[in-house]
């Protein structure tokens, strides 16, 4: 399964179809017709299912049908025993731009709570078969959240994440202020969600893994040894022992 999830990451190059084999796409085997995204099996054995975000004008936005359909998809291939791994992606632009802000403006509380919105959403990080993000552009807002969703996420050089939902007044509403701590860690995190300020791919794959638990803890133990050159650890330490509340001078 490791072999096939690498060798789907080839089959993203663009296939030169015509536009009537990308309006055939629209249709899965299933016969399910899908007005958002587009659907099919891709590899010399066709085991490798392949969805496309396809709301080009909206940079792929992901409004709640297209979201239902990524979830019907979904549906479809991991009941299908020819297919090993998915793909989800999105065009050279967007992978997705975010949620659909215009959709959701005039929500109310009432609304979003009683209804459980954007739970449905968690489907792909439940299916049972590795999920692929293939990113390139936008992967902002929901579109992070998405990938983040997924097994494995390929991105391209373009590829720009983030979290900007405090610039609307929100804050992230489907997994992104775990994951993305998962992904990146704490601090980058925060810097992320609480600025709304950008990484690309190359800042992402290093936050994610340019420390091992090895290197990780020797960095901590010089950051430690570090606190011994200040006057607030001597004083720190000198008042636990006598006792008494430290008076420290921020130095």
Request: charged share 25%; glycine share 10%.
């Amino acid at each position: 399964m490791a072999f096939l999830c690498r060798r789907a990451a080839s089959l993203l190059k663009p296939s030169g179809a015509a536009p009537a084999l990308l309006s055939a796409a629209r249709l899965y085997s299933s016969g399910a017709q899908y007005e958002y995204i587009l659907v099919e099996k891709r590899g010399e054995k066709k085991d490798v299912g392949f969805i496309q975000l396809n709301r080009p004008k909206a940079l792929n936005a992901l409004c709640d049908g297209l979201m239902k359909e990524v979830g019907e998809a979904l549906n479809a291939f991991e009941a299908d025993g020819d297919v090993g791994a998915i793909v989800i992606t999105g065009s050279d632009r967007a992978f997705a731009a975010g949620a659909d802000i215009k959709e959701m403006q005039n929500r109310t509380f009432q609304e979003c709570y009683s209804g459980n919105f954007l739970a449905h959403w968690d489907r792909v990080s439940t299916v049972k078969k590795p999920v692929i993000a293939a990113v390139n552009g936008f992967a902002l807002g929901g579109g992070c959240e998405l990938a983040m969703m997924c097994d494995i996420i390929y991105a391209g050089e373009k590829a720009q994440f983030g979290q900007p939902e405090i610039l609307l007044g929100t804050i992230p509403g489907s997994g992104g202020t775990q994951r993305l701590t998962r992904a990146v860690g704490k601090s980058l995190t925060m810097e992320m969600v609480l600025t709304g300020n950008r990484i690309d791919a190359q800042e992402a794959k290093q936050s994610a893994f340019e420390l091992s638990l090895t290197e990780g803890n020797r960095l901590e133990k010089r950051l430690f040894h570090s606190t011994f050159a200040t006057d607030d650890r001597k004083e720190g330490m000198t008042a636990f022992v006598e006792k008494r509340k430290a008076s420290f001078q921020d130095k």
